[in-house]
């Protein structure tokens, strides 16, 4: 199953419509949004691993996630200040300077405003991160396989992403040999404090 699948699943009906209500949309509006957001989220998270010492600075925070929040997603939601705040720091670090560009880019895929769009990736990333620490903890993933499980959750989610939203993601994510701007040219420092690499 794809982490779209999995986080589909742990949502179920309540938790869509919960997010739903939060950010002012109907729940085939933010169900649609949510399968578009992920592989943003796991393509920004793979190519952060892919830079030297980025793998080995993202298992380290994975420390931190083990997944438990998957359980307790009702809490969560529940929580819109702790789900915005900690959601915030985690894509401040993986986004940096491109979180406005990936705000919008989720924006004008599914037609909700950057403000939905924004508060939406806040709330989806600890999760991502969430589903990551248990997979990591489940399956015994290492600094050295890490980047190839984030790919290819990366391309299941992209894969699962409503019809047409593909193209626009790929520009946002640097497909195609782009070079300079887009989530492509995010550097490994950009972990930060957060994931303790300095």
Not at 52 to 62: E, R, T
Not at 126 to 150: E, K
Request: net charge negative.
């Amino acid at each position: 199953m794809s982490l779209v699948d999995i986080l589909s699943s742990q949502l179920g009906t309540e938790g869509v419509e919960m997010m739903g209500q939060k950010l002012g949309l109907d729940p085939a509006t933010t169900q649609q949004a949510i399968a578009t957001a992920i592989p943003m989220l796991t393509g920004a998270l793979a190519h952060n691993a892919a830079q030297p010492g980025g793998a080995d600075a993202l298992h380290q925070a994975l420390d931190a996630h083990d997944g438990g929040i998957l359980d307790q997603i009702g809490s969560y939601l529940g929580n819109s200040g702790t789900a915005t705040s900690m959601g915030g720091a985690i894509l401040g670090h993986i986004l940096g300077r491109h979180q406005d560009t990936a705000n919008d880019g989720l924006a004008n895929a599914t037609g909700i405003n950057a403000g939905q769009a924004a508060q939406l990736l806040a709330m989806l990333a600890p999760l991502v991160m969430g589903y990551l620490g248990r997979m990591r903890h489940q399956q015994g993933i290492d600094p050295g396989n890490l980047g190839s499980v984030l790919q290819d959750e990366h391309v299941q989610a992209e894969a699962a992403a409503p019809s047409g939203a593909g193209g626009i993601l790929g520009s946002i994510l640097g497909a195609g040999g782009e070079s300079g701007g887009g989530l492509a040219d995010i550097a490994g420092s950009v972990l930060g404090g957060l994931f303790g690499k300095k």
